[in-house]
């Protein structure tokens, strides 16, 4: 049995965080010591490394919370697992997108500013006044 601290080294997962997870019902209620110091099991540790990892990959709570209870269910078809990862990794290839598109913008913008003085500025009157980049960019 681990503590919570104890716990927290060996996942990497915050003590705040895992009290927050045990009280939204991701990870069960720990056990408690005579002194009521929360113990955690090998199956909190493992159930908590699963969160965590789903976490990194930016995958959202709710879908967590899915694919632990699909889990526990191990002859369940694994369609929905499958979705829900499909799901995420078209959020993800949104946000890449649009990260692209940030990126050549602020590229466009910032290889414009030639001036001596920020009232001549070019990153400035840009993001001022963005009808104005549309028409330059044009």
């Not at 929905?80 to 692209?100: F, M, P, Q, S, T």
Request: proline share 3%.
């Amino acid at each position: 049995m681990f503590s919570i601290g104890e716990l927290s080294r060996r996942t990497g997962v915050k003590v705040p965080t895992i009290r927050y997870y045990e009280q939204s019902g991701l990870i069960a209620p720990a056990e408690r010591s005579e002194g009521n110091q929360r113990r955690y099991g090998r199956d909190e540790e493992g159930r908590l490394a699963f969160i965590r990892h789903a976490r990194d990959l930016g995958i959202s709570l709710d879908a967590i919370r899915e694919l632990l209870e699909l889990s526990a269910h191990p002859e369940t078809p694994c369609d929905r697992a499958d979705a829900i990862a499909r799901d995420h990794l078209a959020l993800v290839r949104e946000k890449i997108a649009r990260l692209k598109r940030l990126e050549t913008e602020l590229a466009r913008i910032a290889g414009h500013c030639d001036a001596d003085a920020v009232g001549e500025c070019y990153v400035i009157r840009s993001l001022a006044d963005h009808g104005l980049c549309a028409e330059e960019h044009a």
